[in-house]
Each structure stands twice: as C-alpha cells, then as structure tokens.
C-alpha cells in the first residue's frame, strides 16, 4: 500500500492541525464557518456589535443583507466565510445557543399565556384552576374579561377583550 511509515502516518512535526486536516475536513469547516457568518448577517446590528468581531466582518456582514444580485450574495459570504477562519468561533456559537434559548423560552411563555386565554373563553371551571394556580389574580378582572371576549365572538367583532384577557394574563404569569 505504498509506503506508509510511522513518519508519514503521523505528519512530520512541523506541520499544524490545519495541515493535518484532509481536504475534505477543510472544506467542511470552512463551510460551516460560511454559514455561520451568513446566520450572523440575519441579526441586528446591534446584537452583531454585541460579539466584538473585528470591523472588517462587521462591514462584511452588513453589506451581505444590502446585495441585490445571487452572484454577489455568493461571493460575499465566501469572503465572510474566510474573514471567519480569522476569529474564534466559539464565543460565537455560545451567544447565539443563548440567543436560541431565550427565543425558546419566550415562545413556550407566549404558549401558556394563549393556552390559558383559550381554556378560560371554553372551559367553565378553568377561571377556578387560574385562581388555585395563581392566587394574585383579580376574579372580578378575569370575569369581566372573559365576559367582554365572550360578547365580542358572539357579535363577531374585533377581538378587543380576548386581546384585553391575553394583556392580562400575560402581565399575571410573566
């Protein structure tokens, strides 16, 4: 099988990491450096200052969002993606694995709150459960809510005490 010494299957001592890597390997994380630059262009600038990344990226990652034509788009995130080799990528995918849960955790909050809203307009006994869970909240409030939601459907009208209710509980549970 061709001349396989210990010397050759260990690399010559000289070589670093990134000379180790086979070609395929490189290319591999250059591309995932590529599209993580292009997940960076879709935040707001501020979030992007946020991350300290040098200024030519910043430019870089802006003018991405600005391009009108594919072709551009494309070689502007191969020159994002080699100004991202420059940079340590961890700090980075940490702040946006935060940026995700918080996203997350707002999204589960807003579907409690609309689960809530939804039991109290359809259940009878569902403004009991939201008092034993929550005893702070107003029972005359709720009801009133519930009530003002309740003749707004029957009317067909604009839905102004369901959003009223959600308002509220929004404000009781967060």
Same mark, same amino acid.
């Given at each position: ?64 969002? /600005? +391009?009108?034509?594919?072709? #551009?788009?494309? =070689?502007?995130? *191969? ?5 991202? $080799? %420059? ?56 009801? /009133? +809510?519930?009530?003002?939601? #309740?003749?707004? =459907?029957?009317? *067909? ?5 369901? $959003? %009223? ?10």
């Amino acid at each position: 099988m061709g001349n396989m010494t210990p010397e050759n299957e260990a690399g010559e001592a000289g070589e670093t990491e990134q000379q180790r890597l086979s070609k395929s390997a490189r290319k591999r994380e250059a591309s995932s450096l590529q599209e993580l630059g292009v997940k960076l262009s879709a935040l707001p600038d501020q979030e992007i200052k946020e991350l300290e990344l040098p200024d030519s990226l910043f430019v870089a990652l802006r003018a991405l969002r /600005r +391009l009108p034509s594919h072709g #551009a788009q494309v =070689r502007q995130r *191969q020159y994002i993606g080699k100004l991202m $080799r %420059e940079i340590d990528p961890e700090p980075v995918l940490a702040k946006l694995a935060e940026r995700k849960q918080r996203h997350d955790l707002e999204i589960r909050q807003f579907q409690q709150i609309e689960r809530w809203r939804d039991r109290l307009l359809g259940e009878d006994g569902a403004i009991d459960d939201l008092m034993r869970d929550h005893p702070n909240a107003d029972k005359d409030e709720v009801s /009133r +809510l519930i009530d003002k939601a #309740a003749r707004e =459907r029957i009317e *067909q009208r604009s839905p102004v005490g369901a $959003r %009223e209710l959600f308002a509220y509980l929004r404000q009781l549970l967060g």
